[in-house]
């Protein structure tokens, strides 16, 4: 099928790539023409592990193209998936100005009757508005269909999320124009599932609010353990054996961040609000997180009596490994705070650096390798699980930093060989 997405970011980009490989004649559309530039030579503007090879060979198939000109992406396509931006407004609610002005170029510009699918998360109602907006516009017997087909793919995994999902969400009012999706994602065996477009709006906001709470959950479980003596990651273990918990998403630590788990559970807030419905979980998985995010720092203040001009090596700024991605990451709360603190603030992630100069700019010493960053440090702080953060020989610590500290926001490393390398050692709930 021939198949346009429309923004080519994280999401946009996968899909299109991913689509193309099971054998879609796709072209990927993004108004930034820096980043179609950097396409068309090949390069992707987004870290995702297999995504350039993945593009080079569909590229060379003649399945996948480039593009940053209106007239030529959206003629003659069987359907097209927008997949850009919905960040948050002010109030916490799902900014869709993006999603609009798609939805505007898309009634200016087809001259058929198209399925569009919306991938961006967008609140409950967005499909319909969106379908009016665009059928009030549209050419003279020229009408779209709207489908929901929200995404779950988790950046440093996307690829393989896309291609092995748990399942795909199709919402949709038109029987035929969401079995005409279905039958584009056919190649892959992932089990689908049909509801109507509300409910499968609902999916994506609830799924990422109910993981955010976990989290939140099992930090708040952490902060108790360190008061009692229980060990969280012993409590973790202990509580997932259960089946109706599970094992997943019982890691305690900083705090979540990223560019969707904070923004969605707003959003789903901000939802609440409008239909004057309660949201008393959410408020809390929020507020546990907001606190979560300052426990490295109140450990570090704890246990230095003056950190004034002290000099802090910072481990991982990603908001997750695999990932160059740095919305809402906790190490950026960290930076400011430790900067507003006085302290000499030195940094390391292997591909997060740049993004992080974007803010920074001179504030914050950048360092290409963890022994650069931790030379001479009076505190390590763990912050972004990186293999090459969980695997750094302990040895290593006392051995270039001015006095092994290190605070752990991850509980990559254990306890007790920390003790046994005489390392002072902090973690999260242990
Ligand atoms: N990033 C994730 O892990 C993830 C996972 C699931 C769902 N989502 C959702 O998917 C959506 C996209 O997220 P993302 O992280 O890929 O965003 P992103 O910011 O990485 O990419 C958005 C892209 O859209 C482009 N764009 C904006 N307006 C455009 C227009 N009018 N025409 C063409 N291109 C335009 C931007 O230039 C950008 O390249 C969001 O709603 C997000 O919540 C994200």
Known sequence: MKILVVGTGYV?????????????????????????????????????PGLEQLMEKNVKANKLFFTSNVQEAYQSVDCIFIAVGTPETRDGSADLTYVEEVALTIAESIKQDTIVV????????????????????????????????????????????????????IGSNSQEAGDFIEEIYSPLSIPIVRTDIRSAEMIKYAS??????????????????????????????GM?????????????????????????????????NEYDSS????????????????????????????IQGKKAAILGL????????????????????LLSLGTEVHVYDPIALEN??????????FHHSIDEAIENADMALLVTEWREV???????????????????????????????EEITYFSIGR
């Open 12 to 48: 946009g980009l996968v899909t299109g790539v991913c689509l193309s490989d099971i054998g879609h004649e796709v072209t990927c559309f993004d108004i930034s023409s820096e980043k179609i530039d950097l396409l068309k030579s090949g390069r992707s503007p987004i870290y995702e």
């Open 118 to 169: 919306i991938k961006s998360t967008v609140p409950v109602g967005t499909n319909d508005y969106i379908e009016r907006l665009i059928n009030e516009r549209t050419g003279e017997g020229i009408k779209v269909h709207l489908v929901s087909n929200p995404e779950f793919l988790r950046e440093g995994s996307a690829i393989k999320d896309t291609f092995e999902g748990s399942r795909i969400v």
């Open 208 to 237: 990422n609010a109910f993981l955010a709470t976990k989290i939140s959950f099992i930090n708040e479980v952490a902060n108790l353990c360190e008061k009692t003596g229980a060990n969280v990651e012993e409590v973790a273990v």
């Open 240 to 272: 997932g054996f259960d089946k109706r918990i599970g094992n997943q998403f019982l890691k305690a630590g900083i705090g979540f961040g990223g560019s969707c788990f904070p923004k969605d559970t707003k959003a789903l807030i901000s939802l609440a």
């Open 279 to 306: 949201s008393y979980i959410l408020d809390a998985v929020l507020k546990v997180n907001d606190i979560q995010k300052k426990r490295l720092v109140e450990k570090v203040k704890d246990y230095f009596i003056d």
């Open 318 to 337: 990603a908001f997750k490994p695999n990932t160059n991605d740095i919305r809402e990451a906790p190490s950026l709360e960290l930076i400011d705070e």
């Open 356 to 365: 992080v100069k974007e803010i920074y700019g001179d504030r914050v010493y």
């Open 390 to 420: 969980k695997g750094f020989p302990l040895k290593k610590y006392k051995e270039l930093m001015k006095r092994p500290v290190v605070f752990d926001g991850r509980n990559v490393l254990s306890p007790f060989d920390a003790k046994k």
